[in-house]
């Protein structure tokens, strides 16, 4: 067979473009194909300042899921479907959502450690450190049990009961460590501060709350995932529940245990058992009336409606008054890593944007 010169110069052209076609979907696969793959253990999703902080994003990951799913659920009425988060709703995508909020929860975990290592509470800032002392902490506190001693608190933490404890613990030391440094003032800026938020001040603040509780661990059991991701599954079916008109009450009976009718009295910043203050903290974002988001607290998933909201008045202005200036330092505090965080450098892994098992 001949061919003449037009048509082996079309041939070769038809080739060029079949293989240039072939290249550029060889090369956009293997792109998509990494994105959307997960990382393993040992592969770093981002870094603060250098440092590894993998576990605390993924950590994160878990511990806000169940707050993004709410906020979508309520504010698009939707369901937890195979393509939830992955969907666009009106420019908002659960996935990225959660990602950027888990990201950002993480970068303040790392750079309190940092502020911990900086004033000499800690040698070793590394989320690495942060396990060793967990393991640590729960062999003292197994062999205090075998011992028959006192243990407060839990019998055994796991890892997000021991980040709340560890963080909470830095922030009392560090904040009597930074006075007068990073978290100094006069009376002028608390006076100015107490007028600001003076709903904060009132005497023997409290609330009356009813509750639809799912526990996922028990205080001698170390946290299952399994159990932590039924019990989210059937604290969301409750609110959706609660959300097409059901009652709070017959809910309660419907998904407590044994059908309680679990009534509690919270009083401003008090913890639980545990010494845990998320209820707490829910709680008085509420009015009479007003139903909760998902709240989650060391070992329960909880929904609280407000019964009764109590207030028996506002303090009087006293510069040397504790709870003025305690609750001025913790707004100082919190600033403090604000900035930090801002500060911070963050280098982030690009193609891993799937944060959903």
Partial sequence: MKFNKKTRAQNLKALLVTLLLAGFITTSVICIANMNRMPNQNEVIATVNGEDISSEFQLMVSKYRAEVFTYFHQKYDVTDGNSFWT?????????????????????????????????????????????????????????????????????????????????????????EKLRGKELKWDTVQLKQYFDDHIEKFTHEQSIQLQIIQIK????????????????????????????????????MATYNDKGEKIERTLRKGSKDENGDTNLSQAAFSLRTGEISNIVESLDS?????????????????????????????????????????????????????????
């Fill in 87 to 175: 969907t666009d709703y009106d420019g908002e995508v659960p996935e990225e959502v959660l990602k950027n909020k888990a990201l950002n929860e993480a970068v303040r975990v790392h750079v309190q450690f940092e502020l911990a290592k900086r004033e000499r509470i800690i040698a070793d800032s590394t989320y690495k450190a942060f396990l060793n002392m967990l393991k640590d902490e729960n062999e003292t506190r197994s062999k205090q049990i075998e011992n028959n001693q006192l243990v407060i608190g839990l019998r055994q933490f796991d890892e997000p009961n021991y980040l709340t404890y560890t963080l909470e613990k830095y922030a009392r030391i560090l904040k």
């Fill in 216 to 251: 996922f661990k028990e205080d001698m059991e170390l946290a299952d995932e399994r159990k932590k991701k039924e019990a989210e599954r059937t604290i969301r079916e409750a609110k959706t529940r609660l959300s097409n008109g059901e009652s709070f009450e017959d809910l």
């Fill in 301 to 357: 998933f909880n929904i609280l409606k407000c019964i009764d909201a109590l207030s028996q008045g506002y303090m009087e202005f006293d510069g040397t008054n504790t709870v003025i200036i305690n609750s001025f330092l913790d707004a100082k505090y919190t600033e403090l890593v604000d900035e930090l965080a801002k500060a911070a450098k963050v280098e982030i892994k690009q193609g891993y944007i799937k944060v959903m098992k």
